[in-house]
């Protein structure tokens, strides 16, 4: 399968090809590029807001004054902070956060499996899946909660979920804990897909046949025991030491 160009991978080489000082104007101009690459994206302009203000708090770009920046050329480094207003427009407060995490997400998340420092953006409604790592073709499945995580989660379809597991290809988990107060992630950790057995699915009523999915079936997963590996406690945590203890589970 071959990799798709990722809005990250976009931004970056967008950013580089302009001059080493650049102002958020000429980034805008581009967004027709942007447009034509995600087409589904109907919030163009206020993700390239984010993906700069991403870029600044991973220090690969400097904040000159308001609408500038200069390039710093130097290896990126962990951002706790997210942007939720790119997320501004959507109804939902649960879209808002996901919408705005998965970006976070995108710049911040690396594989755990491999010496991948890059997680993808899967197409939407992938089944169960989130992200993928192009290198050992993981995939991942991101949970977000303004909060903290109980004794279990809400899952994807429920039937997906189940075969999933059956043919041994359940995602890796990554939990991300946020306080939306702060605009900041606190905490997040991970548990491997492949401790998700049977018997923590717990199947949800179907949706009532008046409901915009009628029928549709989804799932509860019991997480309560299950070991799993932090990642950001609230800063950052040394790749190779997370690796390390992700192999040991």
Request: charged letters at 25%.
């Given at each position: ?122 197409p ?32 994807a ?9 059956r ?5 890796e ?59 950001v ?17």
């Open positions: 399968m071959p990799r798709p160009t990722t809005w990250k991978v976009l931004m970056q080489e967008v950013v580089s090809g302009l001059p080493r000082e650049f102002t958020l104007t000429d980034v805008l101009e581009r967004r027709e590029l942007f447009g034509r690459r995600f087409p589904n994206n109907r919030f163009i302009d206020a993700k390239i807001r984010q993906s700069l203000q991403l870029l600044r708090d991973q220090g690969l770009l400097r904040f000159v004054k308001p609408g500038h920046y200069e390039r710093t050329d130097v290896p990126p480094v962990f951002s706790p902070l997210v942007d939720f207003s790119v997320a501004a427009p959507f109804v939902s407060s649960a879209q808002a956060a996901r919408v705005a995490l998965e970006t976070w997400a995108s710049f911040n998340l690396y594989c755990l499996d491999c010496a991948s420092d890059a997680l993808d953006p899967l939407n409604n992938t089944p169960v899946a989130d992200f993928k790592c192009f290198v050992c073709e993981r995939t991942y499945q991101l949970k977000a909660k303004d909060g903290r995580f109980g004794l279990h989660i809400v899952g379809a429920y039937q997906p979920t189940i075969d999933h597991i043919r041994g290809e359940m995602p988990h990554i939990f991300v804990e946020f306080d939306k107060r702060f605009n900041t992630v606190v905490f997040v950790d991970a548990i491997p897909g492949r401790l998700i057995t049977e018997d923590r699915v717990i199947a949800r009523k179907p949706l009532a046949v008046t409901a915009r999915r009628a029928g549709w079936q989804g799932c509860n997963i019991i997480i309560s025991g299950l070991p799993s590996v932090r990642i406690a609230p800063a950052g945590i040394e790749r190779s030491k997370v690796r390390e203890e992700w192999k040991a589970l």
